[in-house]
């Protein structure tokens, strides 16, 4: 095979494979205010957005992500950053770091993917408050095939969040604890005897929380009405609603 030939392979070869199955997620600020997202790549897959990066009000970001790539996505609010890239954020923070190589840390509002292999395999996504929650975020998909459901929790929960959970800033709510943290307790955690979902039932937490997102995962077993999968998708990632 020619060196003209080969590179034409290659073209052909990645135009029809592993390109056409990578998913573009488009990141979205809709909040009135800048947050900083933060990114992290499961099983060793590929770093999306250099793990961490502003986002002033307003505005978007496009990252496009390999096939079989796995990961989550959240916002972190209040944080101030050196020059170095290091300080501290209020919620979601990762270690003191803007580029984050580790998850944020409780209460956080998530989006989980794990993006099919192949164009016509399924991407399975979620929006998770099993972590807590501390801004809202919904995602669409783009262009895809199957069900491709809207997941989502768009709600003020922080303004809504019983006493026991919240954390509290300069007199605000800035964010709404899951009962798990909150209490460490295993009815709430659905650990040791309640680790099944038999013996981990939803408790006045999660079915507040589910009341008022019931396209988000509440808590651990809430799978049925919270997982989402779609087919050669791209996907909206938008962090509150217009004016919030």
Same mark, same amino acid.
């Given at each position: 095979?020619?060196?003209?030939?080969?590179? /034409?392979?290659?073209?052909?070869?990645? %135009? %029809?494979?592993?390109?056409?199955? =990578?998913?573009?997620?488009?990141?979205?600020?809709? /909040?009135?205010?800048?947050?900083?997202?933060?990114?992290?790549?499961?099983?060793?897959?590929?770093?999306? #957005?250099?793990?961490?990066?502003?986002?002033?009000?307003? $505005?978007?970001?496009?990252?496009?992500?390999?096939?079989?790539? %796995?990961?989550?996505?959240?916002?972190?609010?209040? /944080?101030?950053?050196?020059? %170095?890239?290091?300080?501290?954020? *209020?919620?979601?923070?990762?270690?003191?770091?803007?580029?984050? $190589?580790?998850?944020?840390?409780?209460?956080?509002?998530?989006?989980?993917?794990?993006?099919? &292999?192949?164009?016509?395999?399924?991407?399975?996504?979620? *929006?998770?408050?099993?972590?807590?929650?501390?801004?809202?975020?919904? *995602?669409?998909?783009?262009?895809?095939?199957?069900? +491709?459901?809207?997941?989502?929790?768009?709600?003020?929960?922080? #303004?809504? /969040?019983?006493?026991?959970?919240?954390?509290?800033?300069?007199?605000?709510?800035? &964010? +709404?604890?899951?009962?798990? &943290?909150?209490?460490? =307790?295993?009815?709430? +955690?659905?650990? #040791?005897?309640?680790?099944?979902?038999?013996?981990?039932?939803?408790?006045?937490?999660?079915?507040?929380?589910?009341?008022? +997102?019931?396209? =988000?995962?509440?808590? =651990?077993?809430?799978?049925?009405?919270?997982?989402?999968?779609?087919?050669?998708?791209?996907?909206?990632?938008?962090?509150?609603?217009?004016?919030?």
């Amino acid at each position: 095979m020619g060196i003209a030939s080969f590179f /034409c392979f290659l073209l052909i070869f990645f %135009s %029809s494979g592993n390109l056409a199955n =990578a998913a573009v997620f488009t990141i979205q600020n809709l /909040c009135s205010y800048t947050i900083w997202p933060g990114t992290l790549s499961g099983n060793g897959a590929a770093i999306l #957005g250099d793990g961490g990066f502003a986002l002033p009000s307003g $505005t978007s970001i496009q990252l496009q992500a390999p096939p079989n790539w %796995s990961g989550r996505f959240w916002a972190r609010t209040g /944080c101030t950053f050196d020059e %170095s890239g290091n300080g501290k954020c *209020v919620t979601g923070d990762c270690g003191g770091l803007l580029k984050c $190589t580790g998850g944020g840390a409780p209460p956080v509002t998530l989006v989980e993917f794990t993006i099919a &292999a192949n164009a016509n395999d399924k991407d399975f996504y979620d *929006v998770s408050l099993v972590d807590g929650y501390n801004v809202g975020v919904g *995602v669409e998909a783009l262009g895809g095939t199957g069900d +491709c459901q809207y997941a989502g929790c768009v709600v003020d929960l922080n #303004g809504n /969040c019983p006493a026991e959970l919240r954390v509290m800033d300069s007199g605000s709510t800035v &964010a +709404c604890k899951s009962a798990c &943290a909150a209490f460490n =307790a295993p009815e709430f +955690c659905c650990t #040791g005897d309640h680790a099944t979902p038999q013996t981990c039932p939803p408790t006045q937490y999660s079915e507040l929380f589910k009341n008022a +997102c019931p396209r =988000a995962y509440s808590y =651990a077993y809430d799978d049925a009405s919270s997982t989402c999968t779609c087919s050669g998708s791209d996907y909206l990632i938008t962090f509150c609603s217009a004016g919030s």
